[in-house]
Each structure stands twice: as structure tokens, then as C-alpha cells.
């Protein structure tokens, strides 16, 4: 741009320019270059500490994962803690057994296939039980008929073989009305472990229905329809109470109906309560971010945290077990 | 000939012709119109409504700024469409230069506190100068040498960016030289220029660093080009005069008002400074002068309302978008959530992009127009890929987003979720539209310019570079601003990278995992609390709306003012 066809112009303007910051650099205008130069993007509250964790893994495990990740990070500022929701098994096989992930959220304990499915690529899963989950069954807030569900009617629902598909079929004496169901894809722990525990190893869970990674929809989808029904994790029934109606559960016919609850989960009474996992990889461990992290999680997991988030905070001596393990592992 | 009768009969011969089918497409093609538009307009009502949440206020603070800037402004709005249009175009640019001109001065504000400091941004200017001025130094000392200059010319920034290559790789070469009898001595790795500026004990402040390399190097262009329009030399150089002073002042009188020195340096560069060679020439032609008053009126309406509502006591409303959620991490309480770092990740995402499908697209566009074969069987074959490339921009952007994955995550084994990948796998998905835009551009050059290039003994080179590429440059521009404008809202590939749900860091290097703006809005839409899924939600969207509305507004100016003058 200073290739101007007169050259005395270009020199005038030299002349001024250079003597301006001739000026401006006699006045002093430099600075040491033994100051830290990494353009001062890492803001405070760091203490030396940084790295990065990558969380995959559990819809169901992701609001508390999300939660631990902020609050380490006010500690922490230079970890960088990435969370995501890929569902339990989608976490498993497509990130965190590749190596691709630190650490997977699951709903479910791992599978012999996922654990080979890792050994294959030298991942070595460390479990933590860090939450329980109360998994909750709702309907349509419309749907008077229904206040509690057996198991054995659940997998009526949900299993193709006994040909249900109004709720007249359920009960006689409920509407002929088609029942709308809305539940978390097959790769999602909350899946495998209805799957697992309500229709049964040996029975196939149906495919006639709206499967989600986002529990919202599930929510939404409930909400919508007066036959809606759909299962999901706890604390999302818990933020949207007003929206959908939790149906009572009872395994056998004999035993008692319980609405889901975090104290019914937690003294068990509650038929449908289940552990929630985080599962690290034994050499993620060994990176100091990750093994601080964990520690903090596993600390925290005890506390009210959790429990706002709609979750069964793990106990005392739970915690003590994980926290021995992690110092076993971690060293 | 007017007295010639048709020899067919036509419709207006016997008087029964029905409008009726007529008027009732027209009346079918206007409802289906307005059915779109009013359904996107009410959408987007309702997202803004969330977003900024204008019924939380009080009414006095709602009917001050009503009284303050909405109705001047629709006065002067109305004003400009009935009696004066050109002064309404003058409006229109004058309040959307400093828009664009912030906008870009936060983009740069954002790269110097995420990507690079401003030394390591200026020792990467001066070696690229450094570099220019060997390839021009080399143009002067042996003019004739072609061949020679081409390896000069991709060398040079090379050498004086990179240095020579790591020192291992020197001694392999040695080594190999030696075994056949060469003696090379590359023992030792020299270190480019760039890294040398690096090693400087002192160097200049960082605001000193700035004004060398962005606010002169822009003074000197707006001075040239005021130069040029007024051909008064006093003038040009008043222009950098001005502005070298505007920003000195500035950066002595900035910390009594709380602006940070490298800030208003950008400010200086990018708003400023265009705004101010625009007034002058709008001035300078006398046309439209009264549109100057929009922004003015504007911004004396923004400063009366603050002023009476703070007077009186009005409480604003309680906005969703505001300060706190354009430079904060997102969080677990909607209240504290923002979108900073994906803001940040989409940006650098978009440089990728930039660095990569456009000169890739746009090579291949000029390839395809100017080089390929058109004839015989190597004929066929180019339309064939020519129709290929138009398929390409059909695939669902879910493809490229596996194609990513498979490519960049497990072949090249690239950390998953990072920017680059990121980048890439949406800069594959615009290529075709890149390449398809080029192209239409390039063809729109008349083929006269190109015979008449040949004619006075220009070779095809010489041609393409001189008159096909200045010709066409607008066009492509548009294209690829249009593009780029669609890669920013694309959501499915970085789904697929593994772009994670919530990233509270900003990506500090291209290979740094990170977030993107759409990817956050998708993690919002099914957060647990509804606050997150109706206000930070749209808060978000409107942001992203925004930085499109903007990228499209720079398209049209650019095709406008292309179109005038082609």
C-alpha cells in the first residue's frame, strides 16, 4: 500500500510514522519479554493444576458430571472438564473404550463385551458407585386410571409379546385408549437396565416406541398425550413434577405400591432403585487432572449436591470405599 | 404494422375471457407468501420475546426509549423511504459500519486473548512482510527469472515464518549428503525470523505492537484511498495524521475512562476509521448527507433514555441476552449461563474453514472454469465431476460429520471435539458450495474481457490473475460469506465429532477441544430446568442470528456494490 507511483510522499509518510514511534520508543514504550506469554488466557483460581478431562457416558449421570465439572473449574480454572451425554453404551463403545474419553457416566454396571470391547485397546475400567437413581415411571397427568403399575404389567407394556397396545388390554377396566410410549434409546443405560430388570434378559424390549438420547422429549412427549407413558431417570421427573404424573410401582402383587422417591430409594424400598456408575480409565488416573478431579467428585458425591439435582447422594462409607480405591489406583 | 390483423385469433377477440384463474393463482401464490413469512416472523418474535424479555420492564422505562429512539427513528426511517432514498441508503451503511466494525473488533479482541499474544501476532506479521519484501527484492535483482521466483515466492514465508525444518530432519539430510561425499554442515537449526522477534529481550509494548501493525498499516490504506478520491496528497495524509492520533489519544485518555489501550486501538481500526473515510466520502459527494443523522439520532435517543430513565427511576428489563451471557461459560444455573467459549470455538472454527475450503474451492473453481478440458472425452469426464460437485452440496451434513470422524478422529487420530476437526468437517461440507458459487462467478466474467486480454498478448495467466480473478472476486466473496454463513449454524457434523455438550473453556489452540455455538443451543434444548430451554435457549439463538444476520448483510453489500460497478 505504500507502493504509491511518487516516492516523495512515501517518504514524507515514513518520515512521520517512523518519528512517531521513534518518539513513543524513547518515551519507553517497551516491555520485557520475560513476562508470561501465553496471550494471559488463563484467568485465576489456578494453582498450577491443568489439563484436560473428557466426560462421556449416562443422559442420567450427565446433570451431576455437569455440576462437578463447574465446581471444580471455579477451583481449577486451567482444567479444562468437557461433559457429554451419549447415552451409557453409546459412551462405551464409541468413546471411551477407543480411548477417546477419561471417563464414562453409566446407569448400569459394565457389560462383559464393553470390558473386552476396552481391554482390546488397553483401557482399563475403574468403577465408582457415586449416586443412586430412583428410575421413574410417569403418565400423563390426565391419566386418572392409573395410580400403580406391577412389574408384571410394566413388561406387558413393554415387551411385544403379550400384544398390548391400548390400556384396556392392561386392565379391563381402563379406557380403550392407546397407550403412546416415549423411553431412552438402546443406547442408554436407563434402556439396559429396564431392559435387564422389568421385561426381562430373556424378553425383547418393544420397538413400538419414540426412543430418545434426550430425556426432555420423553417429558415432553408424556406431557402431550393423555395416553403417554414413558420411564426416565429421577431428577428429571423431579424438575418436571408439575408436568407428567409418576406412576407407583410394586414388583410383585403382593408387595406394596411406592411412588418414587429419593427416600424410598435410598432405604430400598423403592423396587426400581439402581446405582449410577462413573467408570475411569486406569490410565486416565494417572494424569493428575483427572485423578484430582475424580477426587473431588468422589467427594463431593456425598453431599447435598447431588441431592438437588434429584439424585440418592452415595454414603459415607461409600464414599470412604471410592476414595480408597482411587489413592489405590492413582497412587 | 399496425394496421396488420392477426392472422390467429387472439384472447381479446371475443370478449369471454376468464381472469378468474388468474386472479386465483395470484391470489393462492400471495397467501402461501404471506403464510411463510408472517409464521417466520412470528417465530422469531416469539424467540426475541424470550430473549430480551422487553415486558419485564417497567412501562415508564418502556415509553422513555419509545419516546426516545423508537419513534425519531421510525420518523426519520419513514422520511428516508418517501422523500429522500439515497440519504436512506447513507443511513443504512453509516449504522451498519460500526456494527460490522465492533463486531470484527470483538472477533480480533477474542483472538488476541484466546489464540496469540499480540507479540507473537506481530513477530507473524513482520516475518510475512519480511517474506514479501524478499519475493519483491527478488522481482527487482532478476526480473526474468520465472522459475526462480516461484520457488522464492513459496519459500520465503517458509523460511522467515517457520525457520528450517527441526533439526533431526537437518541432520538426516547431512547424514545422507555425506554419504555421498557432500558436506552440507545443516547441523544446526536456524531459527526464522519469527522466533527470533520471539527471543527479543525487549520489544515494544503490546499497544505500540498494535498500532504498527494494525492501525498504521490501516491509516496508510484509508489515507491511499482518500488520496486517490480527493487527489490531494494534504488529504491522504491527514487521514493517517488523524487516525495515528485519534488512537495515541485514545491510548493516554483510555484508562480514565476504563477502555483498555489494545482495545481501543482495535476500535480505532476497525469502526473508526472505516466509518470516517465513509462520512468523507459521503460528504465529499454531497448525496444523502441527511442519512448521517440516523446513527447520530440513535445513539442521543440511547444516551436520553438512559439518562431519564436513570433519572426517574424506570427499572430496564431483566434480558436473558445481555453482557453477562455474551462473556460467560455456561453453568448448571441459567441465571449464570452464557456462551463465550462456544462463541470463541465457532469463531475459530470459521477460521479454519476460511484457511481452508476457500482456497481450496475457489482453486478448484478456477480450474474447472478456466483450465479444464471442455471437449472430447476428458470433456465428459469434468462434467461429470461438475455434476458430482452439485450432488455433494445435497448430502446431509450428518455425512460429512461421519466423514470427520472416520477421516480426521480415527484414521488421523486428531483429539476428538477439537477445533480443527471441527473445521474441517464443516469446511468439507461447504466446499461444494464454495466450489458451485466460484464457479458462477467466474462465468459471469464476460468472455470479451478474456479475448481481449489474448488480444493485446496477454497470456492465460497473466489473463486469469489480471482480469477473470479482479472481475470475479465479488462474486465469489458473496458466495463464500453466504457459505460460511450456513457452516456457522451447522449443528450434525459437530454432533458427530464429538463436540461436547458443555465446554466452560475457551479453546486456546486450533487442536484444542471446544464448543460451538450451535452444538451449546442444541445442549440447552434439553437441559432439566425450563429456564434453560425457553430463555438461555433463545438467547442464544438470537446471538447466533445475529452474527448471521451480519455475515448476509456483508454479502449483500458486497454483490450491491459489485453490481453497480460491473
Known amino acids: 500500500m505504500t507502493d504509491s507511483p511518487s516516492s516523495g510522499l512515501s517518504r514524507r509518510r515514513f518520515l512521520t510514522s517512523s518519528g512517531t514511534i521513534g518518539a513513543l520508543a524513547l518515551a519507553g514504550c517497551t516491555q520485557n519479554t520475560s513476562r508470561d506469554g501465553d496471550g494471559g488466557s488463563a484467568d485465576s483460581g489456578s494453582d498450577g493444576l491443568s489439563g484436560q478431562v473428557i466426560i462421556k457416558g449416562s443422559s442420567t449421570v450427565f446433570p451431576i458430571s455437569d455440576a462437578m465439572a463447574e465446581a471444580f473449574m471455579d477451583e481449577h480454572g486451567s482444567v479444562n472438564v468437557t461433559v457429554d451425554s451419549t447415552g451409557s453404551g453409546g459412551g462405551f463403545e464409541n468413546w471411551f473404550c477407543p480411548g477417546d474419553s477419561d471417563i464414562n457416566g453409566a446407569s448400569r454396571p459394565i457389560t462383559d463385551a464393553e470390558v473386552e ?143 418414587p422417591s429419593l427416600a424410598n430409594a435410598k432405604d430400598g424400598s423403592y423396587p426400581l432403585a439402581r446405582p449410577l456408575f462413573l467408570y475411569v480409565a486406569e490410565s486416565a488416573l494417572q494424569t493428575e487432572a483427572v485423578s484430582e478431579f475424580i477426587r473431588f467428585y468422589l467427594e463431593q458425591a456425598e453431599t447435598d449436591v447431588v441431592q438437588d439435582i434429584g439424585y440418592v447422594p452415595s454414603s459415607a462409607e461409600q464414599r470412604d470405599e471410592n476414595l480408597e480405591k482411587l489413592d489405590e489406583i492413582a497412587g | 404494422m399496425a394496421t396488420r390483423k392477426p392472422e390467429t385469433g387472439w384472447h381479446g377477440e371475443n370478449s369471454d375471457v376468464n381472469h378468474l384463474r388468474g386472479r386465483a393463482f395470484e391470489a393462492t401464490c400471495l397467501a402461501l407468501t404471506a403464510f411463510g413469512l408472517v409464521s417466520v416472523m412470528l417465530l422469531l418474535l416469539f424467540v426475541a420475546n424470550d430473549a430480551f424479555r422487553p415486558l419485564s420492564a417497567d412501562v415508564g422505562w418502556l415509553a422513555t426509549y419509545a419516546v426516545t429512539v423508537v419513534v425519531p427513528l421510525a420518523a426519520l426511517a419513514v422520511y428516508y423511504y418517501r422523500l429522500d432514498e439515497p440519504a436512506g441508503e ?58 526462480e521466483r516461484l520457488v522464492v515466492v513459496l519459500l520465503a514465508p ?188 465457532s469463531v475459530m472454527m470459521i477460521i479454519v474453514i476460511v484457511l481452508t475450503a476457500f482456497p481450496v474451492g475457489v482453486g478448484a473453481a478456477i480450474y474447472l472454469e478456466e483450465y479444464a478440458p471442455s471437449q472430447g472425452l476428458m470433456g465428459k469426464f469434468v462434467t461429470l465431476i461438475e455434476i458430482n460437485i452439485g450432488n455433494l452440496a445435497g448430502v446431509p451434513s450428518v455425512v460429512y460429520g461421519l466423514l470427520g470422524l472416520a477421516l480426521f478422529i480415527r484414521v488421523l487420530q486428531w483429539p476428538q471435539g477439537s477445533i480443527i476437526v471441527a473445521g474441517l468437517a464443516v469446511g468439507l461440507l461447504i466446499l461444494p458450495i464454495v466450489i458451485i458459487s466460484a464457479q458462477e462467478a467466474i462465468r459471469s466474467v464476460p468472455d470479451s474481457f478474456r479475448q481481449a486480454s489474448y488480444g493485446m498478448g496477454a497470456t492465460r495467466w497473466q489473463t486469469i490473475r489480471q482480469v477473470v480473478l479482479p472481475e470475479a472476486l465479488p462474486g465469489i466473496l458473496t458466495g463464500t460469506i453466504l457459505a460460511l454463513g450456513r457452516a456457522i449454524g451447522e449443528t450434525a457434523p459437530l454432533l458427530m465429532i464429538g463436540a461436547a455438550a458443555s465446554v466452560r473453556l475457551a479453546p486456546n489452540s486450533f487442536f484444542d477441544v471446544g464448543s460451538m455455538m450451535p452444538r451449546q443451543i442444541f445442549s440447552w434444548s434439553s437441559e432439566l430446568e425450563p429456564a434453560f430451554r425457553h430463555g438461555v435457549l433463545a438467547a442464544g439463538v438470537i446471538t447466533l442470528l445475529a452474527v448471521l444476520l451480519v455475515m448476509n448483510a456483508t454479502a449483500i453489500v458486497i454483490r450491491n456494490r459489485y453490481q453497480r460497478t460491473g
Open chain 1, 117 to 259: 470391547q476396552c481391554s482390546s485397546n488397553d483401557v482399563e475400567p475403574v468403577e465408582f458407585e457415586i449416586a443412586g437413581d430412583a428410575l421413574t415411571v410417569a403418565v400423563n397427568n390426565d391419566a386418572d386410571w392409573v395410580d400403580c403399575l406391577t412389574f408384571e404389567e410394566l413388561r406387558q407394556i413393554w415387551s411385544d409379546e403379550a400384544g398390548v397396545t391400548n390400556w384396556s388390554d392392561v386392565r379391563d377396566e381402563w379406557p380403550d385408549m392407546e397407550i403412546e410410549r416415549y423411553g431412552p434409546a438402546s443406547t442408554s443405560g436407563t434402556f439396559d437396565y429396564f431392559n435387564g430388570n422389568v421385561v426381562g434378559e430373556d424378553t425383547e424390549h418393544t420397538t413400538e416406541y419414540q426412543p430418545t438420547e434426550e430425556d426432555e422429549t420423553i417429558v415432553q412427549g408424556i406431557r402431550d398425550n393423555e395416553g403417554g407413558m414413558g420411564y426416565f431417570g429421577f431428577a428429571y421427573y423431579n424438575s418436571n413434577s408439575e408436568a407428567v404424573k409418576a406412576v407407583e410401582v410394586k414388583a410383585e402383587n403382593d408387595d406394596e405400591c411406592t411412588p
Open chain 2, 90 to 147: 447513507v443511513a443504512y451503511v453509516a449504522s451498519g459500519l460500526p456494527v460490522v466494525g465492533l463486531l470484527l473488533t470483538g472477533g480480533f479482541a477474542v483472538l488476541f486473548t484466546e489464540l496469540l499474544s499480540v507479540l507473537e501476532w506481530f513477530a507473524l506479521l513482520i516475518s510475512l512482510v519480511a517474506a514479501a519484501g524478499l519475493i519483491v527484492a527478488h522481482g527487482r535483482l532478476r526480473p526474468k527469472a520465472a522459475l
Open chain 2, 158 to 345: 517458509v523460511v522467515t515464518v517457520f525457520g528450517l525444518p527441526p533439526t533431526r530432519f537437518n541432520w538426516l539430510v547431512t547424514d545422507a549428503a555425506a554419504a555421498l561425499g557432500l558436506d552440507f554442515g545443516l547441523y544446526y537449526r536456524v531459527i526464522s525470523l519469527r522466533e527470533a522477534i520471539m527471543l527479543l529481550p525487549f520489544v515494544p509494548t503490546d499497544w505500540v505492537m498494535l498500532l504498527l501493525t494494525l492501525v498504521l498499516p490501516a491509516a496508510g490504506a484509508a489515507g491511499w484511498f482518500v488520496e486517490q478520491r480527493r487527489e490531494s496528497r494534504r488529504d491522504g495524509l491527514a487521514v493517517v495524521g488523524l487516525t495515528t492520533v485519534a488512537a495515541v489519544l485514545g491510548v493516554v485518555a483510555g484508562p480514565l475512562l476504563g477502555i483498555g489501550a489494545d482495545v481501543w486501538l482495535l476500535v480505532v481500526t476497525f469502526a473508526v476509521l472505516p466509518l470516517g473515510v465513509y462520512v468523507e466520502g459521503v460528504l465529499r459527494r454531497g448525496e444523502g448527507v441527511r442519512g448521517l443523522a440516523f446513527p447520530v439520532v440513535a445513539v442521543l435517543g440511547v444516551v436520553a433514555g438512559s439518562l431519564i430513565t436513570g433519572a426517574l427511576g424506570f427499572a430496564g428489563p431483566d434480558p436473558w441476552l445481555d453482557w453477562g451471557f455474551l462473556t460467560s461459560a455456561t453453568s448448571r444455573t441459567a441465571a449464570d449461563a452464557g456462551i463465550y467459549p462456544s462463541m470463541v470455538g
